[in-house]
């Protein structure tokens, strides 16, 4: 290089910068919605990413400044690319930047976009007074990136800024922009500038006067105070041959500031084929002006692609797959209640959560619908029926197309509509008819009844919560002696006309844990569930009940059920007292949900709500400790004598003994027509 630089003619332009083109993948998107939902919620504050460049590799072709699904997690690791800070070969380099995710489209049109650049270019200005820029000329590309989520559409709005610090009007200037000879000097040049790369090297570096050395830009002072004529050369992203890339930007404010210099000769290092080639690299001159930073200005807001000062927008929505975009929508609303409304929520936990819904008529379709609200996935059904034409206006799972040739089996039918509703459900739907007291067993059948027993057991081991929303008295008592017999938290679901009832039972037979355990469906009997539909008429036999029931009291099941699981005890959960002089949900254990009752009864002819709660009846023909304890001891038997006559189990539990000592023409409370809590929703 001679004493007038690069070119011996020194007439100067005015040098023109490609600016920084940012290029955020939907990986980079993907991260950001999840950062969103799970870490930042509501906090729009600043939040760490880094993005990566390189020199331009091919003609014709910029580089861009890349973010991708690693950029938030390579910030948290120190802001390196793969843990060494660069790419391969040492060809890719990172800029650090600052996200600010918003949280309502119209903030980006009030954000303060001034102080937001500023802030960045007066941290880039302290690192080349504070010279760590030098040792980490990355500092001076770092960005800003503002953006809002749509999370429910996939749909981002964002706004890059890469800040770069002016001076007035007065502009940099250059002489006339050369490709690099491949003469012996350009040779030299190229070779050093290609070891540098593939040593890791930084982005910006020195070169000696004749090309063949490099070095870093921390060795400036000392080299050039020991007279030596020193080159800077970049990692250029930009392709074009007439000008240089927006890299060399805030090198010329760091050549002024922390150098003192006017003027430098530049070398604009780009790839071809991988590798350093002179004839893509440019040479130039260039001289800057004083830069103050006190008087000095800041630019960089990338332009949309109209070629306008202003966000763009990118639709994710239709590029992804709609699963994957149902389990975010479902994810959603749980993970919204917990930035402001329930951080207690554990959402994990429901989702992990297996409920066996005995029952897929009006209780067992809205009880599953709800259920999903609260992001379970894990559902089975059981029932025997079809779906007939009276079902689908008011059983929410099933359509008219269910009802032709002899209607679908219930059960599968509402698990197919689940997955239908939500993909990523786990639903699946069991044939099954559940044995019950007063009703004989041919012999014939006593073998494939057995097996459906089986069943019964197997599945209610299978899940964590069992909902009986069967339609007759009688056809729930299997299922209650099974999860008394097994632990299981059961919640039982009844109707009548105006009435409903939701209760959960007690803790099973060996998980007292000294406490009082709560009664079941049938403790308050004093008379063993029978055949509830013989000889009874068409309207005797299903419960006639009004619309609105079915709904009301299937979202108390499920709303019961999230309340336990999120209590410290769960299913021994104690419930709010009934004593006047107290304030119920004061007196019930602490659940982030409010209380957990034991007993919900409700009426809509008078719009009335009550809760109760009650102990276990020691002579319960259902949880009872006696029937328990028979039904674990000789099974088959037990059940065989009890489906044949239901007065076994009076006899059993002592209840035929209490019985005999009652004047029953006093007792009209025992007159079982009256009944009300039969849940009769398959007809």
């Known amino acids: ?159 890059f800024a890469f800040p770069t610090l002016v001076v007035g009007e007065e502009k940099i200037q250059s002489t006339k922009i050369e490709a690099l000879e491949s003469d012996v000097a350009g040779k030299a040049t190229v070779k050093s500038c290609e070891e540098w790369l593939a040593s890791g090297g930084a982005s910006a570096w020195l070169l000696s006067e004749d090309g063949r050395e490099a070095y870093p830009l921390s060795e400036f002072k000392a080299r050039s105070s020991a007279g030596c004529q020193m080159t800077l050369a ?51 001159t260039m001289t800057v002006p004083r830069f ?49 409304l329930l951080p207690e929520l554990n959402r994990e936990k429901l989702a992990d959560t297996k409920c066996l819904l005995i029952g897929a008529g009006t209780l067992g379709c809205a009880v599953a619908r709800t259920l999903m609200g609260w992001g379970v996935t894990a559902i089975t059904f059981i029932d025997s029926g079809n779906v007939s034409y009276s079902n689908p206006v008011r059983q929410s799972l099933f359509e008219f197309k269910d009802c032709l040739e002899g209607g679908a089996p219930k059960a599968m039918a509402a698990a197919a509509k689940l997955a239908e509703i939500f993909p990523g459900m786990k639903s699946r739907g069991v044939i099954m008819s559940i044995p019950m007291p007063g009703h004989n067993i041919a012999e014939h059948m006593k073998s494939s009844t057995f097996q459906d027993v089986d069943e ?57 844990d000294g406490s009082v355990r709560l009664g079941c469906y049938f403790c308050n009997d004093v008379m063993a569930p029978a055949n509830s539909t013989k000889d009874r008429t068409l309207d005797q036999q299903c419960t006639v009940t009004r619309p609105g029931l079915a709904p009301i009291a299937s979202a108390l099941a499920a709303e019961l059920m999230v309340a336990l699981l999120h209590s410290e005890k769960g299913a021994q959960t104690a419930p709010p007292t009934r004593e006047p002089t107290k304030d119920a949900e004061a007196e019930a254990e602490p659940s982030p949900l409010g209380v957990a009752p034991h007993q919900i009864r409700g009426s809509v002819a008078g719009f009335t709500q009550t809760l109760f709660d009650a102990p276990c009846f020691p002579r319960c023909t259902a949880c009872s400790t006696t ?57």
């Open 1 to 159: 290089m001679g004493a007038d630089g690069f070119h011996g003619n020194r007439q100067l332009a005015p040098l023109l910068f490609e600016p920084f083109a940012s290029a955020p993948d939907g990986g980079f998107w993907a991260s950001v919605a999840k950062y969103k939902l799970n870490e930042g919620k509501l906090d729009d504050a600043a939040v760490d990413v880094v993005a990566r460049y390189g020199a331009c590799a091919r003609a014709g072709v910029s580089g861009v400044v890349a973010c991708d699904s690693s950029a938030l997690d390579d910030a948290k690791n120190g802001g390196k690319l793969g843990g060494d800070g660069r790419g391969s070969a040492g060809r890719e380099w990172i800029c650090r930047g600052q996200l600010r995710c918003l949280n309502t489209r119209e903030a980006l049109t009030t954000f303060d976009r001034e102080g937001f650049v500023r802030g960045i270019a007066d941290s880039i200005a302290a690192d080349i007074e504070s010279g760590a820029v030098e040792s980490d000329p990355g500092r001076l590309n770092a960005f800003g990136l503002v953006a809002y989520t749509c999370l429910k559409t996939w749909r981002f709005t964002y706004w």
């Open 234 to 284: 970049f990692a250029d992203a930009c392709c074009s041959m007439t000008h240089p890339g927006a890299a060399l930007r805030n090198l010329a404010v760091m050549v002024s500031m922390r150098w003192n210099l006017s003027e430098i000769d530049v070398v604009c290092v780009r790839l071809r084929k991988g590798h350093v080639d002179a004839e893509a690299c440019l040479k130039f």
């Open 292 to 340: 103050d930073k006190s008087s000095m200005k800041v630019v960089g807001w990338e332009r949309n692609e109209r070629g306008k000062t202003g966000p763009r927008l990118v639709d994710l929505g239709q590029s992804m797959d709609p699963t994957q975009l149902a389990s975010q929508a479902v994810d959603l609303n749980l993970k919204l209640m917990r930035w402001r």
């Open 456 to 512: 019964l057991e197997r599945l209610i081991d299978e899940h964590d919560v069992v909902y009986i929303l069967t339609d007759t008295r009688e056809s729930r008592w299997l299922p209650t002696v099974i999860c008394a017999s097994k632990n299981k938290l059961c919640i039982n679901t009844a109707l009548g006309f105006n009435t409903y009832l939701v209760m959960r039972h007690g803790c099973g037979v060996d998980s007292v």
């Open 627 to 683: 029937v328990v304890s028979r039904y674990r001891a000789d099974r088959d038997g037990f059940l065989l004598s009890v489906f044949e006559d239901p007065k076994t189990l009076e006899d059993a539990t002592g209840l035929t003994e209490l019985l005999g000592r009652i004047d029953l023409d006093d007792a009209e409370w025992f007159d079982d027509d009256d009944d009300d809590d039969a849940s009769g929703d398959d007809f």
